[in-house]
């Protein structure tokens, strides 16, 4: 069983699609870089050293105007730092929180000519991953267990 998630399979995006498209959303990111970047073979920096990291910054460079002009933003990153409950050997390097003021503003971007180029920065750098579609509360004073 592979634990390759790169990029959503149909049904989990047509899943997204039929939720609530005018609130707000959360999309909790939690990426695991490549060792060593994987570019297709016509890629400019196919054959460079480039880690998974170094793509994925790319990545971010590249798609960021895109993430900004829809109205995304991110709202809390971290460093992971332990596995308290869960698998011992499951480990992210990259842990963050985006906002978008709606779905719409997430399809606009994924759909996005200049993004689809910059997606590929991403497909060379991620490991594994996990996006994570949250409907933010209402309000902080709620608590996670009422």
């Known amino acids: 069983m592979s634990d390759r998630h790169i990029d959503p399979e149909r049904a ?3 899943a997204f699609k039929a939720l609530p498209r005018d609130t707000v959303i959360h ?6 870089f490549k060792d060593k970047a994987t570019y297709p073979g016509d890629h400019p920096l196919a054959g460079k050293t480039l880690n998974g990291a170094e793509a994925y910054r790319h990545y971010g460079a590249d798609s960021g105007p895109i993430f900004q002009r829809v109205g995304g933003r991110v709202i809390w990153t971290g460093t992971m730092e332990a596995m308290v409950i869960g698998p011992d050997d499951e ?4 842990v963050f929180i985006a906002e978008y003021p709606n779905s719409g503003a997430f399809m606009e971007m994924v759909t996005d000519p200049v993004y689809r180029e910059a997606v590929i920065h991403r497909q060379a750098a991620v490991e594994t ?3 994570i579609r949250c409907a933010p509360k209402a309000s ?3 608590t996670v267990f009422g």
């Open 91 to 94: 480990h992210w390097d990259a």
């Open 27 to 32: 999309m909790l990111n939690l990426v695991r």
């Open 129 to 131: 991953s996990r996006l």
């Open 12 to 14: 989990q995006f047509d």
């Open 140 to 142: 902080r004073s709620e």
